[in-house]
């Protein structure tokens, strides 16, 4: 576990911002609900090229209920609403 830490340390590290980087653009096209499988990888075994989704993961990729009830369900609310009103997404999957 430690060695998988320090890997995400040092992706990080890699991506540290200054304050006169230019980012590359982000935009990406659809959100994806994915399940929490830690045996998916979302790039290669699905094909979505880097930046082209916003990636959500839940227990069995599902997101129930009606608009009202979103309002138990912060986090998928959270999500699609910055997904559609923020990164305008065209689509949802």
């Keep these: 576990m430690a060695d998988i830490i320090d890997h995400i340390r040092r992706k990080q590290e890699q991506l540290a911002v200054t ?3 230019v980012l590359p653009s982000h935009e ?4 994806l609900i994915g ?3 830690a045996r998916l990888d979302i ?3 699905i094909g979505i090229p880097k930046g082209k989704a916003l990636v959500m993961r839940n227990i069995a990729a599902l997101v129930a209920g009606s608009h009202e009830e979103l309002q138990d369900r912060p986090i998928e609310a959270a999500t699609l609403e910055f997904a559609v009103s923020v990164m305008k997404v ?3 999957a």
Excluded: L, N, R, T
């Excluded at 990406?28 to 959100?31: F, I, S």
């Design 19 to 21: 304050d006169k980087a």
């Design 43 to 45: 790039i290669d075994d």
């Design 28 to 31: 990406p096209e659809m959100v």
């Design 35 to 37: 399940c929490v499988d």
């Design 90 to 92: 065209k689509h949802i």
